[in-house]
């Protein structure tokens, strides 16, 4: 003969929440984690925020390098009115910051798994802040009848970034989960690789 036990569960709702806050811990987490895929290229980082009744996790995907960007901080130019070759020099007499820069609000954390990311991919690495250098100067020799122009800047690594956002909201009684959304959106940034003279 079977008998059915009935668990007794306190009818006052409130101490019901109350217990189920306390499963559900709504203290916001945060977890990173360094997640490769089987693409060694997608390699993503991850964070989550758990609340009362969702978990909202956000992953960056690897940087994508966008070409190179490049930004003036001196120019002039020397024109050889002679019949001779001129020796000519440029000594740059203003200068231009680059930073390192991203058009979407991230976590600290976030922010340096980029950098680091950004900086391993370029040769000679990326710089967090970077002068094109005032008092730079070059030297070059300048054919007859000829202008030679000289540019001092900062050759800058342009980037975008993928991030997906995936939410997953759950019974705070259960914690069984009910719905989960996901969408993706793209931010870019901007890190200075290396200060150039650029003759021609």
């Not at 000519?88 to 990311?117: M, R």
């Amino acid at each position: 003969m079977s008998s059915n036990k009935q668990i007794a569960f306190p009818r006052n709702r409130s101490l019901l929440a109350a217990a189920a806050i306390t499963v559900s811990t709504l203290v916001a987490l945060s977890v990173l984690v360094d997640t490769p895929s089987a693409d060694a290229a997608t390699v993503s980082m991850c964070s989550s925020i758990k609340y009362r009744d969702k978990q909202v996790t956000t992953c960056n995907q690897a940087p994508q390098l966008n070409g190179n960007g490049w930004i003036i901080g001196y120019r002039d130019s020397i024109k050889n009115s002679t019949g001779k070759i001129a020796n000519g020099s440029c000594n740059a007499t203003t200068t231009k910051t680059s930073t390192y820069t991203l058009s979407a609000t991230v976590s600290a954390e976030a922010s340096a798994w980029i950098f680091a990311k950004v900086s391993a991919s370029v040769t000679g690495g990326v710089s967090k802040s970077m002068s094109s250098g005032y008092g730079a100067t070059v030297s070059f020799t300048v054919p007859a009848y000829k202008t030679v122009n000289c540019d001092r800047g900062i050759i800058t690594q342009p980037f975008s970034v993928k991030a997906v956002v995936t939410t997953k909201f759950f019974n705070p009684y259960t914690l069984r989960i009910t719905r989960v959304t996901q969408t993706s959106n793209v931010f870019t940034g901007l890190a200075p690789s290396r200060a150039q003279w650029r003759i021609f």
